[in-house]
């Protein structure tokens, strides 16, 4: 539902799992990341490191987007290097504003 909602304003890849994901982002380095952190094979917290630990991915923007709250959750998010936390179920009109701001795009 997301995807589809965003591909309407930004070009949207997507993966089934983790390394799917790696593999994408190695290929394109993309202008924002939207993970969940239960995701198959390696988590999202995994991937946001793994992520985080390429250089040239460094700046790109995380979001996590996931169905666990809580502070422990969003800390752990965090550390992983995870620029937004948002918690699910959320309105997909409130995941678009957050992608412009974080990829500085007008409304």
Not at 19 to 25: G, Y
Not at 36 to 48: A, K, N, R, S, Y
Request: proline share 6%; aromatic share 4%.
């Amino acid at each position: 539902m997301y995807a589809e909602y965003l591909g309407e304003m930004f070009e949207v890849m997507q993966a089934a799992d983790g390394q799917e994901a790696l593999a994408l982002v190695a290929a394109s380095i993309p202008a924002l990341i939207i993970t969940d952190v239960t995701l198959p094979g390696i988590d999202g917290f995994e991937l946001i490191r793994q992520i985080r630990g390429n250089v040239s991915m460094r700046a790109v923007p995380v979001i996590c987007l996931s169905g666990h709250g809580g502070r422990a959750h969003e800390q752990r998010a965090r550390e992983a290097g995870c620029t937004r936390v948002i918690e699910k179920p959320c309105m997909p009109e409130m995941l678009a504003r957050t992608a412009r701001d974080l990829v500085r795009q007008p409304l």
